[in-house]
């Protein structure tokens, strides 16, 4: 007699037992000997040493290059500095920057745009 509860008349219990079998029959040295799951974990322990150490190194060569780059940038920017300032005591006046038109540029803020009038021509 056959239970209809028993869990190995599910399909999904069958096609697992079928797996097994297939899975066993590709391996025919049966289970893994001992000394080589051994040789295979210190494999892999090693491997994950290795790649932390490696990266630690790569780490302490960054922090170690980062007052260079600092330098380097500040350099950088000290010369953009330089390269953007107004000649003070140069006998040039200052001018605003013009559009195509002849016009000088409007200028903009972060909280909008402002345009001065004069209310004196108002009275």
């Given at each position: 007699m056959s239970d209809s509860n028993d869990p190995r008349n599910n399909a999904a219990w069958r096609a697992a037992q079928q797996w097994q079998q297939r899975a066993?029959?590709?391996?025919?040295?049966?289970?893994?000997?001992?000394i080589k799951l051994l040789f295979t974990w210190l494999f892999f322990g090693v491997m994950m040493i290795i790649g932390t150490?490696?990266?630690?190194?790569?780490l302490l060569i960054g922090w170690?290059?980062?007052?260079?780059?600092?330098r380097r940038m500040k350099k950088r920017m000290e010369a953009m500095r330089a390269d953007q300032a107004q000649d003070i005591g140069g006998g040039q006046a200052y001018r605003e920057p013009r559009s195509g038109d002849g016009r000088a540029r409007d200028h903009q803020v972060l909280e909008g745009d402002y345009e001065t009038r004069d209310d004196r021509s108002n009275s």
């Open positions: 066993r029959q590709a391996r025919p040295g049966g289970h893994v000997s001992g150490v490696i990266g630690l190194v790569f170690a290059m980062l007052p260079f780059l600092r």
